[in-house]
């Protein structure tokens, strides 16, 4: 129990100076939906839907969709994944209340590494993306780091917390970071549910997210 409260101590002090760091940030609403079909012990479908709001909800900054076929081995420990997604930003123009619409066309490749400390849960991403941004070809290094904590032994309700970072492979290489905390709820062991806030911050700004999150196994 000392070592798990440990974990939970590190990680908000972890995340404690980038809180902080974030500077003229506005707050927004991402609503997520994660899904993972698995077509045997070794084959596995990833689908993904994200709507972000620049505000509570109504003011669409960006719709996301994102799929992928997944390979699992080393006892269920590890994933390689190739996938496509599809980005629609609506992005605001200067100061003006008028947008632009940016289609953009992905795909990536992830690696997921899976780790147990007790009962603390630890999850390594690392993903290659080839982005297709209206003329424009972008390639992007991310690294996501996840911790996830049992508030006690069977309970299902958990601590969670990520930091990912990304990086381009041109002349400007830091991209952004984004930061999250959050409270979940383990329904079943199909289906589990979290509420959090997320903080991204580029090189001089930042932005914060209340996230709505569904897991779901199918």
Same mark, same amino acid.
């Given at each position: 129990?000392?070592?798990?409260?440990?974990? +939970?101590?590190?990680?908000?002090?972890?995340?404690?100076?980038?809180?902080?760091?974030?500077?003229?940030?506005?707050?927004?609403?991402?609503? *997520?939906?994660?899904?993972?079909?698995?077509?045997?012990?070794?084959?596995?479908?990833? !689908?993904?839907?994200?709507?972000?709001?620049?505000?509570?909800?109504?003011?669409?900054?960006?719709?996301?969709?994102?799929?992928?076929?997944?390979?699992?081995?080393?006892?269920?420990?590890? !994933?390689?994944?190739?996938?496509?997604?599809?980005?629609?930003?609506?992005?605001?123009?200067?100061?003006?209340?008028?947008?632009?619409?940016?289609?953009?066309?992905? *795909?990536?490749?992830?690696?997921?590494?899976?780790?147990?400390?007790?009962? +603390?849960?630890?999850?390594?991403?690392?993903?290659?993306?080839?982005?297709?941004?209206?003329?424009?070809?972008?390639?992007?290094?991310?690294?996501?780091?996840?911790?996830?904590?049992? =508030?006690?032994?069977?309970?299902?309700?958990? =601590?969670?917390?990520? !930091?990912?970072?990304?990086?381009?492979?041109?002349?400007?290489?830091?991209?952004?970071?984004?930061?999250?905390?959050?409270?979940?709820?383990?329904?079943?062991?199909?289906?589990?549910?979290?509420?959090?806030?997320?903080?991204?911050?580029?090189?001089?700004?930042?932005?914060?997210?209340?996230? *709505?999150?569904?897991?779901?196994?199918?």
């Amino acid at each position: 129990m000392k070592k798990k409260a440990s974990m +939970v101590a590190l990680a908000l002090l972890l995340m404690l100076p980038f809180f902080i760091h974030a500077q003229d940030s506005n707050f927004g609403n991402w609503l *997520i939906y994660i899904g993972n079909k698995k077509i045997n012990t070794k084959w596995n479908v990833h !689908n993904e839907v994200q709507y972000r709001n620049y505000n509570a909800v109504g003011d669409l900054e960006q719709l996301l969709l994102r799929t992928g076929l997944g390979y699992t081995f080393n006892e269920g420990k590890n !994933n390689v994944l190739l996938g496509y997604g599809y980005i629609l930003s609506e992005n605001y123009i200067g100061n003006t209340n008028n947008k632009i619409s940016i289609n953009e066309h992905r *795909i990536f490749q992830q690696f997921t590494l899976k780790q147990n400390i007790g009962s +603390v849960k630890l999850n390594h991403r690392y993903r290659f993306e080839q982005r297709f941004v209206t003329s424009d070809f972008k390639m992007r290094f991310r690294y996501f780091l996840s911790l996830n904590i049992p =508030f006690k032994e069977n309970s299902p309700f958990y =601590f969670s917390a990520y !930091n990912e970072i990304f990086l381009n492979t041109e002349s400007a290489k830091f991209d952004r970071n984004r930061l999250y905390g959050g409270l979940g709820f383990q329904v079943n062991e199909n289906l589990k549910l979290e509420v959090g806030y997320m903080n991204q911050f580029f090189e001089t700004s930042g932005r914060d997210q209340f996230n *709505i999150i569904a897991f779901v196994n199918f």
